[in-house]
């Protein structure tokens, strides 16, 4: 299993890039959203990577980070769902605009995607409404081991690699992942539900995306107390 590659980039397509590792070349699929935010050619990068072997076909699919990489993971185990329609869902979305859709049981969101139809986008919010609380709560010690990977980056020529953003977004998005983190795990400690913690969570975090955790934590137990 091809599970990080880290190299320079020697040619770019419209869904996928080739990367130079040592001298071997990788073709990589990636998201619209995850080819915006890579480096021009000639220049270094670092993915990681999930690999599809069938009868006929090896493919390479790349995610800027392992959170996204999870989710794909995912959103391929749906009958159905293929890595072509993932990397459409998580490049229309992105990991925690998925997150926060199943979270709030928004089947719309999903199926802004490409290629997603309604019945489809229906199917990924109730097949993963019980696993999406998880994959949020692991949000930030993924963040976590992916920076210490990093710091030991695959010697890939005379530049260092390194890993692209999801998409141009500002230093406190990955701040935010690790608080929504948090706050669903201090939320399912206090009694509440996986289900019902993500959705409250979710929604504080769409109302104030810069909260912080204790933040998130206030708002969403507003949401969560009994109406009345």
């Excluded at 959203?33 to 090896?58: H, I, K, N, Q």
């Excluded at 800027?64 to 459409?88: C, F």
């Excluded at 909260?211 to 708002?219: D, F, P, Q």
Aim: glycine share 10%.
């Amino acid at each position: 299993m091809i599970g990080k590659l880290s190299g320079r980039i020697e040619y770019r397509a419209e869904d996928h890039i080739l990367i130079d590792v040592r001298g071997v070349g990788y073709l990589v699929y990636c998201s619209d959203r995850t080819m915006a935010a890579l480096p021009a050619v000639g220049e270094a990068c670092a993915l990681f990577t999930d690999l599809v072997v069938r009868e006929d076909l090896m493919q390479l699919f790349g995610f800027p980070t392992l959170l996204e990489k999870e989710w794909h993971r995912l959103l391929t185990s749906i009958s159905g769902i293929g890595a072509k329609a993932s990397l459409a869902i998580l490049g229309t979305l992105g990991p925690d605009g998925l997150g926060r859709a199943i979270a709030l049981g928004d089947w719309n969101a999903v199926k802004a995607a490409k290629g997603v139809g309604p019945k489809t986008a229906q199917r990924v919010v109730l097949e993963l409404k019980d696993k999406a609380p998880s994959v949020m709560a692991m949000g930030g010690t993924l963040m976590a081991a992916q920076g210490e990977q990093q710091a030991e980056v695959i010697d890939a020529g005379d530049a260092p690699a390194r890993a692209p953003a999801a998409a141009p977004k500002p230093a406190a998005a990955n701040a935010s992942a690790a608080a929504q983190s948090e706050a669903l795990s201090a939320l399912t400690n206090l009694g509440y539900s996986p289900s019902e913690a993500a959705s409250a969570v979710a929604e504080a975090a769409g109302a104030a995306p810069e909260a912080s955790t204790a933040e998130l934590i206030r708002a969403a137990l507003k949401l969560l107390a009994p109406k009345g």
